[in-house]
């Protein structure tokens, strides 16, 4: 039900190897026409579409599962968008086992996995209250058995703040068992944005993990790439342990890189013709700029893609900072240059439009037709020409704002280099035997003047380092770093090892955690003490702290006053920040003797790490039935 009125939609699926992709269309001639459009765009027609669009994505999407006979332990939320799954699935639930919706979500969220893939605070989607009360308000009510404030209270950092949006990421927050970033970096960019939901814990203990993105090899090497990987690896390289690749490709020669590369090049280049001349023809461009296109590019020069969404944070123009000097670099007669640029902005972005503009305006006023191309309609079949045809992969966005990237791994298997800035993926890529980098790996906002730098960056990169090693006689630093990329980053940056380390560190633990939650009542436990200690807790605090020095460490004595709380249920811990030269430090502390009366409940630990005493406060939380702290309950009291 949408506003009063029941919405229908279509399941559509597409065969992907063994799997099945389900696709919901609401275009069904049962539904009002107002909802028969919410399938009909990504990315546009506004807050109001959009929530639509997530209640059936979330909410349909779990009651289509359903309608499949499918039983799964794990959902994996890929962004906050499927986010209202976790309220449905906890409907099923409550249904199901009898109970009411907390002790239903306590139970189930075990078994969410929600990936971020947003790197600032502003791309996570927000609802105004009263929105959400006309589509989900009567659901809450009706279906979960809660109040509008206990839904709202879901999706916000602070629940009694009535005019504070409803946020998806949020929501996706407390309804999963396991929270992650899409590469290392994007997880310490992502602990500092949730950090609010979990006050007083330190940065990097906010409960948010990450697995790195990686890419379906197979979907982007060109013909040329398969038959060299074939040559060292096999044909079924890919569909097993990928262990044994690195040594494989190492043992081929130079001249096959080379082969493989000048192959490529050779039939992009006949591609990007072909595509040219249609797109010249199409967009009413003179005949003489068509026939330069017909005969555009060359097969034996150093060719650079740069492809991806026309977004402001992508800084998709810092080559266009000196025009004039990028003609020159690629008008130059000794070692030329070919550049091919793709992509599209969003449809209401003007700014990522002008971008497009002011790369089309540089082709035309510098006459680089036979040099330089804006391909439109970026799409995957365009990338794939493009990852596959390329020499190198460009990529400057603003650090820390892109959250991984991909369109850079795709070179990886085609012997494409890349020349990216420290950010995403890269960071954990990059060593100068397998590429280049801009950047200092440090944060600078939108400071012109940074920006302006790592133009002067770029230029030198290309000028001094990149043309000179692709034009030395031989290739032979080329074809090395093409070897080392080749070797060492394919297999790492490939699905193959996303998808092992998703099962092994998340799916698998999650899918035993779920089974032990809904096959008793561990949900109704959880809640049940939950409660009692929002009854206790505030009555918590320490009483006398002692720190003795001795010859080979510390030790500590410390008194805490627990309100009644069972002392299995909390963990007392000493503290020590990183600093000094020395890492974080958690040493557990051991009760002693649990008293009556007021006495107050002893802890004792010893310290043997050479810290001074001084750097250890003591901290208490609670710990109980199995559930994940700080995720599930972010309770902290810290001795100051």
Not at 89 to 96: G, I, L, P, V
Not at 445 to 461: I, S, V
Not at 513 to 520: C, D
Request: include cysteine; glycine fraction near 10%; aromatic fraction near 10%.
């Amino acid at each position: 039900m949408l506003s009063g009125l029941t919405v229908w939609f279509r399941a559509w699926y597409v065969c992907v190897g063994q799997l099945r992709l389900y696709l919901l269309d609401s275009n069904d001639a049962a539904n009002a026409p107002i909802h028969r459009g919410i399938t009909s765009e990504v990315y546009g027609g506004g807050t109001e579409l959009r929530i639509k669009q997530e209640i059936l994505l979330g909410i349909g999407g779990w009651r289509l599962i359903k309608a499949l006979g499918m039983e799964p332990d794990v959902c994996h939320l890929n962004e906050g968008h499927a986010a209202f799954l976790v309220l449905e699935r906890a409907h099923d639930f409550m249904k199901k086992a009898n109970m009411p919706f907390e002790a239903a979500l306590a139970a189930t969220r075990a078994g969410n996995m929600f990936t971020s893939h947003t790197a600032v605070a502003a791309g996570f989607d927000l609802f105004t209250p009263s929105l959400v009360q006309q589509y989900l308000g009567a659901y809450a009510q009706q279906n979960l058995g809660i109040s509008f404030d206990s839904l709202m209270a879901l999706g916000r950092r602070n629940a009694g703040d009535p005019n504070e949006p409803f946020n998806m990421a949020y929501l996706a927050i407390r309804g999963a068992g396991a929270v992650g970033g899409v590469s290392r970096l994007h997880g310490e960019v992502s602990r500092h944005l949730f950090s609010p939901l979990f006050p007083r814990w330190p940065t990097p203990e906010v409960p948010v993990g990450h697995v790195t993105n990686g890419v379906h090899t197979p979907s982007w090497d060109s013909e040329e790439a398969d038959t060299l990987w074939t040559k060292a690896a096999g044909k079924n390289r890919w569909l097993g342990d990928t262990d044994g690749l690195q040594n494989a490709i190492l043992q081929l020669p130079d001249e096959d890189f080379l082969k493989m590369r000048n192959e490529g090049r050779n039939r992009f280049v006949t591609f990007l013709r072909n595509r040219m001349v249609r797109q010249y023809t199409a967009t009413g461009y003179p005949p003489d700029t068509i026939d330069i296109a017909s005969k555009a590019f060359d097969p034996n020069i150093l060719t650079i893609g740069f492809a991806r969404r026309f977004a402001e944070y992508k800084r998709t123009n810092l080559l266009l900072h000196d025009p004039d000097r990028l003609a020159r670099i690629l008008g130059n007669t000794d070692r030329p240059v070919q550049l091919v640029i793709a992509g599209k902005a969003f449809p209401t972005d003007g700014y990522g439009k002008g971008l497009i503009h002011d790369w089309l305006q540089f082709i035309r006023q510098h006459n680089l037709y036979h040099k330089a191309a804006f391909l439109m309609d970026y799409d995957m079949g365009l990338a794939e020409h493009l990852v596959q045809g390329v020499d190198v992969w460009l990529n400057n966005p603003r650090r820390p704002w892109e959250a991984s990237g991909t369109s850079g791994m795709k070179v990886l298997v085609n012997g494409g280099l890349n020349c990216s800035e420290l950010d995403g993926w890269w960071v954990e890529a990059y060593t100068p035997e397998v590429g280049w980098a801009l950047g200092d790996g440090q944060e600078h906002g939108q400071d012109p003047n940074w920006d302006a730098r790592e133009a002067e960056d770029l230029y030198n990169l290309l000028e001094q380092q990149i043309i000179p090693e692709f034009y030395a006689p031989g290739k032979a630093s080329w074809v090395k770093k093409m070897r080392a990329s080749m070797a060492t980053l394919t297999p790492q940056f490939s699905a193959n090892r996303t998808v092992r380390e998703y099962t092994e560190e998340y799916y698998l633990p999650l899918a035993k955690e779920y089974k032990r939650r809904t096959g008793n009542d561990a949900g109704k436990r959880i809640v049940m003490q939950r409660q009692q200690l929002d009854q206790q807790w505030p009555g918590v605090h320490f009483g006398d702290f002692r720190r003795e020095k001795g010859d080979h460490g510390n030790t500590f004595h410390l008194v805490v006053y627990l309100n009644g709380i069972d002392p299995a249920h909390v963990q007392v811990e000493l503290y020590a920040d990183a600093v000094s030269g020395h890492e974080v430090e958690k040493v557990p502390m051991h009760l002693v003797t649990a008293t009556e009366g007021g006495q107050g409940t002893l802890y004792t630990a010893e310290t043997q790490s050479g810290r001074p005493p001084e750097d250890y406060t003591p901290r208490i939380y609670p710990t109980y039935e199995g559930i994940s702290i700080p995720l599930e309950d972010n309770r902290i009291l810290w001795l100051h």
